[in-house]
């Protein structure tokens, strides 16, 4: 018995060494590139949890190089009767306006790019992300982004200093978006993976509100390389947020007709 029992260990052995699935180690990343994905979401919306988990595990992938916002708008955006917030903002409406409303959820935008070349088409479905966050990576970026921040906890005043340089010459009108997020929020989601309402779902990257106006604000028109930008934001942190949870968002992106292209985007949070 015992020696048949090792016969079967062996061919177990062997068989999971010719046979088993090959898991590849996470891509080592080596760019300067970062992107910007702003997912289009609501609470009344039962099939987004499963777009949340996604940006999730592309965020494990790509880490820093991925800076996620997501956008309560549109129509599963307004709160339950078991909702104890209110994700909803008027610049979030302006936003789904704005890059378009989704043809289907879970829907989100991709560094604001037209990758279908000439339909303008921004949202698109989770299947579509990944292959378009490597293939954003592999440019480099055309300006830099960087954010200095002041918070005050006791007045809750955040100020934030937004500065860069063009890498090259740029043709079209720049824009400089700076937005707030808040993650780890705990409130009601419907979700059908999960059979309906959950009570205690974790709502992460929340779009909060924005420091300069929801397009942005212009920085330059037809810059040209080593051209520099700097522009400072304050507000006060409603007392509602937790300042420890809350990330600012800044990106450049680009005005050329129907183009809104994210040139480059950054992140840090409220509190280090």
């Known amino acids: 018995m015992k020696k048949l029992l090792l016969f079967f260990v062996i061919v177990l052995f062997f068989s999971c060494k010719e046979n088993c699935p090959v898991v590849p180690d996470p891509p080592i990343i080596d760019s300067a590139r970062k992107v910007l994905v702003e997912e289009f979401t ?25 800076v996620v916002v997501s956008i309560h708008a549109g129509d599963f955006s307004e709160p339950l009767a078991q909702s104890n917030f209110s994700f909803k903002t008027e610049a979030g409406e302006n936003l789904i306006n704005y890059l378009g409303n989704p043809a289907f959820y879970p829907s989100a935008v991709v560094n604001r790019k ?16 990944a292959g378009f966050i490597s293939q954003e990576l592999e440019e480099s970026p055309k300006i830099l982004v960087n954010i200095n921040k002041t918070f005050d906890a006791t007045s809750r005043t955040l100020e934030v200093q ?27 989601q419907l979700d059908s993976e999960q059979g309906g309402l959950v009570e205690d779902y974790v709502h992460k990257h929340a779009f909060r509100g924005a ?17 520099n930008y700097d522009i400072t934001k304050t507000m006060t942190i409603p007392e509602e947020w937790n300042s420890a949870e809350c990330e600012i968002i800044a990106f450049v992106n680009l005005v050329n007709g129907e183009n809104k292209e994210v040139l480059q985007v950054e992140s840090t949070h409220v509190e280090d």
């Open 211 to 227: 420091m300069t106006e929801f397009d942005g604000e212009a920085i330059g028109i037809n810059v040209v390389q080593g051209a």
């Open 162 to 188: 937004v500065s860069g340089i063009a890498n090259e010459d740029i043709i079209g009108e720049l824009r400089l978006t700076i937005m707030v997020t808040e993650s780890n929020i705990v409130d009601a």
């Open 114 to 129: 037209d990758f279908d070349g000439g339909s303008y088409r921004l949202q698109f479905g989770r299947e579509k992300w």
């Open 42 to 66: 609501g609470v009344g919306c039962v099939q987004c949890p499963a777009g949340s988990a996604e940006l999730e595990n592309l965020l494990a992938v790509y880490g820093a190089n991925l």
